[in-house]
T-cell receptor
Framework: GQQLNQSPQSMFIQEGEDVSMNCTSSSIFNTWLWYKQDPGEGPVLLIALYKAGELTSNGRLTAQFGITRKDSFLNISASIPSDVGIYFCAGNYGGSQGNLIFGKGTKLSVKP | NAGVTQTPKFQVLKTGQSMTLQCAQDMNHEYMSWYRQDPGMGLRLIHYSVGAGITDQGEVPNGYNVSRSTTEDFPLRLLSAAPSQTSVYFC?????????FGAGSRLTVL
C-alpha cells in the first residue's frame, strides 16, 4: 500500500533553535497536512496544503507542498518548550475514498 | 461545539472480552474513521464510513467491527479482545480532506 516516509524520527533541540522535518511519498499526493499531537491528546491540524509549490505559514510554523507533489516539509522557527510533541505529516493521493495516509511521526523535544 | 467525543478514555480488558469504543461528532460530517496508534507505527486506519449505513475496511480491520446507524455516531467493537489490540484508538471525522480527531481511548488487553 501507499507509504509516507517521515524524517527525522526524533529531534532534541535547544529552545530558540529552528526545526525542520519532511515527508516523502512514492506517489503523487493532492493534499498534504501537518498535525501535532500533545501527550495524551489527539492530533490537531497545524497546516493544510492543497497545491504544488504552495507555501503556508501559521505563526512560527511554515509548510510547503513540494513541486513534484511527492514531498512536503514543515519548519518551526525559534522553538519554545510548548512545541514539544509528535508531528505527523499526512497525505491524500485521491484513492480509497480519499483516506489520509500518515507518516510515523517526528517526536520533538525542546530543552529550555 | 464539542467536535469529536470519544468514550471511554481508558479501558483495561482481559483476553477474550468484548467491548465497544464510542465516538460521536456534532459537526454533521459524513465521513468518520477509526485509527489506532502504536509506538513507531504512526496512525493506521482500521475502518471508515462515508455516511450513515456505509462502512468499509481500512489498513488494519481484523478483529474490529463498526456500524454507522446515524451521521453522529460511529462505534468501534472488539468482539474478542487480544493483547495485540492494546493501543490508543482515535476516532476522527472529516470535511474537505481535513480530519478532526477525538482525544483518544487508551485500551490495554491483558
Amino acid at each position: 500500500g501507499q507509504q509516507l516516509n517521515q524524517s527525522p524520527q526524533s529531534m532534541f533541540i535547544q529552545e530558540g533553535e529552528d526545526v525542520s522535518m519532511n515527508c516523502t511519498s512514492s506517489s503523487i499526493f493532492n493534499t498534504w497536512l501537518w498535525y501535532k499531537q500533545d501527550p495524551g491528546e489527539g492530533p490537531v491540524l497545524l497546516i493544510a496544503l492543497y497545491k504544488a509549490g504552495e507555501l503556508t505559514s501559521n505563526g512560527r510554523l511554515t509548510a510547503q507542498f513540494g513541486i513534484t507533489r511527492k514531498d512536503s516539509f514543515l519548519n518551526i522557527s525559534a522553538s519554545i518548550p510548548s512545541d514539544v510533541g509528535i508531528y505527523f505529516c499526512a497525505g491524500n493521493y485521491g484513492g480509497s475514498q480519499g483516506n489520509l495516509i500518515f507518516g510515523k511521526g517526528t517526536k520533538l523535544s525542546v530543552k529550555p | 461545539n464539542a467536535g469529536v467525543t470519544q468514550t471511554p478514555k481508558f479501558q483495561v480488558l482481559k483476553t477474550g472480552q468484548s467491548m465497544t469504543l464510542q465516538c460521536a461528532q456534532d459537526m454533521n460530517h459524513e465521513y468518520m474513521s477509526w485509527y489506532r496508534q502504536d509506538p513507531g507505527m504512526g496512525l493506521r486506519l482500521i475502518h471508515y464510513s462515508v455516511g450513515a449505513g456505509i462502512t468499509d475496511q481500512g489498513e488494519v480491520p481484523n478483529g474490529y467491527n463498526v456500524s454507522r446507524s446515524t451521521t453522529e455516531d460511529f462505534p468501534l467493537r472488539l468482539l474478542s479482545a487480544a493483547p495485540s489490540q492494546t493501543s490508543v484508538y482515535f476516532c476522527a471525522s472529516r470535511e474537505a480532506n481535513v480530519l478532526t480527531f477525538g482525544a483518544g481511548s487508551r485500551l490495554t488487553v491483558l
